[in-house]
């Protein structure tokens, strides 16, 4: 009973936040340098586009898996929210996207490869991965710190879990 109150509470969460953005079908460009970034409200950034960085892990607590490295390599993209400019986006605007980390080598096994991710104020990121599942989703908050995000991360399913920090960086285009 209580994992599908979970799943409930989730999907409606999820909703509501779909719902509040208006996920919109025409495409934003990014911002096409660091000083456009700048420009944007003091209430939001602009997240959009790829990350690179790396995932660290503190500690795991009951875990099928046994972990088999302290530290992986990790790419994120967040997709342009819809018709969204920085003078309408705000901390609402939430950014589908995908990512590319092995959490198997910290002995967690995640469903899908989704991301969810909005910036929460000015100077932070707040992001879900796996996100359209009832447990074993991994919590992402970070501070940017220049072109980069730094910060925790949290991983809880039933009955185990794992944390640990992360640092990506915008990745410059190929």
């Keep these: 009973m ?12 999820l909703a509501w936040i779909s719902g509040s953005v208006g996920f919109g079908a025409r495409a934003q460009e ?4 660091d000083s456009a970034q700048r420009s944007l409200p003091a209430s939001v950034r602009d997240i959009s586009g790829s990350w690179e960085g790396t995932f660290t892990l503190d500690s ?13 390599p990790a790419r994120l ?11 309408t986006s705000s901390a609402r605007s939430v ?12 002995g967690i096994t995640l469903s899908t490869q989704e991301a969810l991710g909005w910036s929460v104020t000015a100077d932070s990121l ?8 009832d447990h074993g989703l991994v919590e992402l908050r970070g501070t940017f710190r220049g072109d980069a995000v730094v910060g925790t991360w949290k991983f809880v399913s039933d009955p185990g ?14």
Excluded at 60 to 72: K, P
Excluded at 126 to 133: D, S
Excluded at 161 to 174: D, L, Q, S, V, Y
């Design 30 to 33: 990014p911002p096409a340098s």
């Design 2 to 13: 209580g994992h599908s109150r979970r799943w409930i509470r989730r999907w409606v969460g």
């Design 60 to 72: 795991t607590w009951q875990l099928g898996q046994r972990a088999s490295a302290r530290s992986i």
């Design 126 to 133: 707040g992001a879900v991965l796996n996100p359209t599942v």
């Design 77 to 87: 993209h967040f997709n342009p929210v819809g018709d969204a400019s920085p003078t």
């Design 95 to 106: 950014h589908p996207g995908i990512f590319e980390i092995d959490f198997t080598r910290f």
């Design 161 to 174: 879990g794992a944390t640990g920090k992360f640092e990506i960086h915008r990745a410059k285009p190929r």
